[in-house]
C-alpha cells in the first residue's frame, strides 16, 4: 500500500466552487469477483493522485472477499484466489480511501461502475460513503475528443497517444485513467473555470420529450406464441427472423445469440414493422465476433431482409490510391479501391481528412497535384513555383525520378502512420542540421498536421493488398469456450474462414489460399469486385481496433512447418 498525503477536509458543496485548475483529483479504478447485484464484491482498488495536470502519489490495496473467485474472472483481471485470501481487510482500505476522497474530485473511466461499486461496498463495510464529485473520462472523451471511436480504455489512451503498460489491474487502469484525465484537462479548463462548471459541462444532454402523443414510439410487440429463443446458444454468430413463409425478415450479429435476439422484444426496444410478423428464429454459429460480422454482412446481402433498412454505414470509408497503369500517377481519394495495376491504401475513415492527406503528401514528396490527364504547361503551377512539385507538365521531367518519389511515398505509407511521421522528423531534423530553420519549422508544423489527419482518418493507415495474412480471431470468452475463426486474406480479398482447425489443416488450406496470388503482380495490383469492398472494410476496420489479434504474414510462412510454428507460438502466447 502507498501512502497518499492527507487531503485538506472540504464538503462536496464547498468544493463545487473550487477554480477547476487548482483542484486535487484522485483517479479511482476497483477490481471486482465479476458477479451482479449483491454478490458483487471488491477485490482491489486503486488511486492516483492528480493535481495540476500531474500524477502524484499512488495507493493499492487487493483485498479480501467472502466468495470464491471464478476462474475466468482470475484469468481475466489476474487476481488469483491465493492473492484475494491473503488480501487486507475490506474496512481498512475503504477507511484509508474515504480520507483520500475528502476534498477532492473523484475520476473514474466508466465512473458509473465504480461509483455503484464504491457505494455497495462501503454500504456493506457499514461506512459512510464521502459522495465526491465524480467526473467520467468517457464522457470527457465524448465531449472533447469526439473523433475517437473507440473510447474503452486502452483504446482511448492509444488514440491520445499514451503508452499502456499493463491492462485490468487496479492502479495500471487507474494511471492510464489519469494520464487520459491529463491529456484532456487543458480542454476542460478552457470551457469550465470551477468543479461546478466542469460537472455542467459533462452532464448527459437528455432529448427533449416529444408532446405529440402519436410520435412517441410504442412498445415492442410481445414474442408470437410459436417463437421459440431456447434453441439459440449463447455463443457467437448470426440470428435470422422468418415469417410463417420462411421469408427473411432480420438479420443480425452478436457474441451471445440467445440475448441478443431477445432483447427485440424486451420493453424499451426500438420497435420494427418485421418483429409483428416474426414466427421463426434461425441462427448460425461461429467462432469469433469477426467472424459474425463476415456472415452478416454476406446474409444481408444474399437474402436482402426487410427490417435491414439502415446497413452498416460504411459509405464514409474511402481508399488512398493511386493507378499505375498511367504516366506519372496520383493520389486519389474514392470510396473503393482501383482496379488492376494500383496500390490501394485503407479503408479511411472521411473524405475530407484523407483529401488533405493527400495534399500534405503531394507537397511533401513532390507528387503532381492534378488530375490523371497531364495537361502540358509552359510554366510550372503554384505547387512547382512553391517547390511542392516536380511539374512533369513542363515536358523535361525524369520519369526515374517521379517514380522514385511515388516508390519513396507508397513505401512510407504502406509501413504505417508511424512511418510518416518518423519520415518527417528525419527531414526536420536533417534540415536543422543544415541551419535551414525556416524548413524545420514549415515541417514541424507540418508533422502536428499530420499527426491530426491520421487521428482522424483512424489512427493507422496500411496498404490495403499488400500482404497475405491469416487472421486467427479468438472466441469472445476465452480459449477454453471454442477455437475462434481462422481467416485467409489474400491480395486484399477474404478467400476463406471459417471455424480455426488443427495446425496440419491450417497449413494446408493456408497454401491452397496462396495460389490465388500471381507472382508477377506488382503488391496491391488485385481488384476486388465491388460487392465485397463492404467485407473488406469491416476486416480492416476489427483489425485496427483489435491490435492484440492473431495475424500471421503468409510470405513469411509458406512453408508448412514455419506457418505451424507461428501459428502454435503465438496460440499459446495468446491463450
Not at 42 to 66: C, D, I
Not at 140 to 153: I, N, Q, S, W
Not at 282 to 296: N, Q, W, Y
Not at 356 to 369: A, D, I, P, T, Y
Amino acid at each position: 500500500m502507498h501512502a497518499v498525503p492527507l487531503p485538506r477536509y472540504q464538503t462536496p458543496m464547498d468544493l463545487l466552487a473550487d477554480p477547476l485548475r487548482t483542484a486535487e483529483f484522485l483517479a479511482v479504478d476497483v477490481e471486482t469477483n465479476g458477479r451482479s447485484g449483491a454478490e458483487c464484491e471488491l477485490t482491489e482498488v486503486g488511486a492516483v493522485l492528480v493535481g495540476g495536470g500531474e500524477l502524484h502519489e499512488r495507493f493499492s490495496a487487493v483485498v479480501s472477499v467472502q466468495r470464491p473467485l471464478g476462474r475466468g474472472i482470475q484469468r481475466f483481471t489476474g487476481i488469483t484466489q491465493e492473492m484475494v485470501d491473503d488480501g487486507e481487510c475490506p474496512d481498512g482500505v475503504l477507511g484509508h480511501l474515504g480520507e483520500l476522497l475528502e476534498g477532492r474530485v473523484l475520476v473514474a473511466h466508466s465512473a458509473a461502475f465504480d461509483r455503484r461499486v464504491l457505494c455497495g461496498a462501503f454500504a456493506a463495510s457499514g461506512l459512510a460513503w464521502p459522495a465526491p464529485p465524480t467526473l467520467c473520462t468517457v464522457a470527457l472523451a465524448r465531449r472533447f475528443a469526439p473523433l475517437v471511436g473507440e473510447r474503452r480504455l486502452g483504446s482511448l489512451a492509444a488514440a491520445l497517444g499514451i503508452d499502456v503498460a499493463a491492462a485490468h489491474r487496479a492502479l495500471p487502469d487507474a494511471e492510464t485513467c489519469a494520464r487520459v484525465f491529463c491529456a484532456l484537462f487543458p480542454r476542460l479548463c478552457a470551457h469550465a473555470a470551477t468543479v461546478a462548471d466542469a460537472l455542467a459541462a459533462l452532464a448527459p444532454r437528455r432529448r427533449a420529450t416529444s408532446r405529440h402523443p402519436a410520435r412517441v414510439r410504442a412498445s415492442p410487440p410481445r414474442p408470437p406464441p410459436g417463437l421459440r429463443f431456447d434453441a439459440l446458444p449463447g455463443e457467437p454468430g448470426v440470428y435470422l427472423f422468418r415469417d410463417e413463409l420462411g421469408e427473411a425478415l432480420y438479420v443480425g450479429k452478436s457474441i451471445s445469440l440467445r440475448s441478443r435476439a431477445r432483447a427485440h422484444f424486451h420493453p424499451g426496444a426500438q420497435e420494427g414493422a418485421w418483429t409483428a410478423r416474426a414466427a421463426v428464429v434461425d441462427h448460425r454459429p461461429t467462432g469469433s465476433e469477426l467472424g459474425a460480422l463476415v456472415l452478416e454482412n454476406r446474409l444481408i446481402k444474399e437474402l436482402l431482409p426487410a427490417g435491414n433498412v439502415r446497413l452498416r454505414r460504411l459509405d464514409r470509408y474511402v481508399y488512398l490510391r493511386c493507378r499505375l497503369d498511367i504516366p506519372y500517377p496520383v493520389l486519389e481519394v474514392a470510396p473503393t479501391p482501383a482496379p488492376y495495376r494500383a496500390i490501394n491504401i485503407g479503408p479511411l475513415r472521411g473524405r475530407a481528412a484523407a483529401a488533405e492527406l493527400v495534399e500534405q503528401l503531394n507537397s511533401l514528396f513532390g507528387l503532381r497535384h492534378c488530375g490523371r490527364r497531364l495537361a502540358r504547361r509552359r510554366f510550372p503551377s503554384a505547387y512547382g513555383q512553391m517547390g511542392r512539385c516536380l511539374s512533369p507538365c513542363l515536358g523535361n521531367l525524369d520519369p526515374n525520378l517521379y517514380r522514385r518519389r511515388l516508390e519513396e511515398a507508397l513505401a512510407v505509407l504502406g509501413a504505417g502512420s508511424a512511418r510518416l511521421l518518423a519520415h518527417v522528423d528525419e527531414q526536420m531534423r536533417a534540415a536543422a542540421a543544415e541551419y535551414r530553420y525556416e524548413r524545420a519549422g514549415a515541417l514541424r508544423r507540418r508533422q502536428k498536421r499530420l499527426g491530426m489527419l491520421l487521428e482522424r482518418v483512424g489512427g493507422v493507415i496500411a496498404a490495403t493488398h499488400a500482404r497475405s495474412r491469416l487472421v486467427l480471431a479468438p472466441h469472445p470468452r476465452g480459449a477454453d469456450a471454442g477455437p475462434g475463426d481462422a481467416l485467409w486474406l489474400v491480395a486484399g480479398r477474404l478467400v476463406d474462414w471459417g471455424r480455426r482447425p488443427g495446425l496440419e489443416e491450417l497449413s494446408v488450406r493456408s497454401a491452397a489460399a496462396l495460389v490465388n496470388v500471381t507472382p508477377t503482380d506488382p503488391p496491391g495490383s488485385a481488384w476486388i469486385p465491388a460487392e465485397e469492398v463492404d467485407e473488406v472494410r469491416i476486416i480492416a476496420v476489427w483489425l485496427a481496433t483489435h491490435p492484440e489479434a492473431c495475424v500471421i504474414d503468409l510470405r513469411d510462412a509458406a512453408e508448412p512447418e514455419r506457418l505451424a510454428a507461428l501459428a502454435g507460438h503465438r496460440l499459446a502466447a495468446s491463450s
